[in-house]
T-cell receptor, first 116, second 111 residues
């Protein structure tokens, strides 16, 4: 069974600084996908970044990058140059296939607060 | 472009009353559709998913049911709501690229 663990219930970061949100996963499947979503106070889930288990390089999307360490089964999200608008809940998720066609399993989330 | 609509945005219902939440997708055909629930301060739990009309898979036993009467319509229902059904309900579909696209959610409070 797949399991996603986010050990940081809350994180604080100074505006313009970088922050790392931790995520570890557990699966016996060789093929899987890892996702990060942002959930602002309004509630919608916003897709941020994706990493496939066979991808050789870490995924990057603008200020977001995913620090993928396969042997450690970790997929930490790095947000560079934090902005006030980055304050939100962040969820790590995993799908038991590369595309996310099957179910997404979510962690419990990390609440990030950006301090001006 | 593809969009997903979910309504209502908020709902307050008494215990024992029925429930019907609707989700529709535009701009795509035969999408995989999902219903998730998020309890307060928790992550998302998959409730149901559907790969086609009339095809529903349930992930957890519960007081809820789902139906897919049309290709782009996914409905979450209950005959009698419980207090424990309160939460934030999100509909999602799997897009052409990786990952899901979520609706704006329905915040259900059962009183």
């Amino acid at each position: 069974a797949q399991k996603i663990t986010q050990t940081q219930p809350g994180m604080f970061v100074q505006e313009k600084e970088a922050v790392t949100l931790d995520c570890t996963y557990d699966t016996s499947d060789p093929s899987y996908g890892l996702f990060w979503y942002k959930q602002p106070s309004s509630g919608e889930m916003i897709f941020l970044i994706y990493q496939g288990s066979y991808d050789q390089q870490n995924a990057t999307e603008g200020r977001y990058s995913l620090n993928f360490q396969k042997a450690r089964k970790s997929a930490n999200l790095v947000i560079s140059a934090s902005q006030l608008g980055d304050s939100a809940m962040y969820f790590c998720a995993m799908s038991p296939d590369q595309t996310g066609a099957n179910n997404l399993f979510f962690g419990t989330g990390t609440r990030l607060t950006v301090i001006p | 472009s593809q969009t997903i609509h979910q309504w209502p945005a908020t709902l307050v219902q008494p215990v024992g009353s029925p429930l019907s939440l609707e989700c529709t997708v535009e701009g795509t055909s035969n999408p995989n559709l999902y219903w998730y629930r998020q309890a307060a301060g928790r992550g998302l739990q998959l409730l149901f998913y559907s790969v086609g009309i009339g095809q529903i898979s349930s992930e957890v036993p519960q007081n809820l049911s789902a139906s897919r009467p049309q290709d782009r319509q996914f409905i979450l229902s209950s005959k009698k709501l419980l207090l424990s059904d309160s939460g934030f309900y999100l509909c999602a579909w799997r897009g052409d690229t990786y990952g899901y696209t979520f609706g704006s959610g329905t915040r259900l409070t059962v009183v």
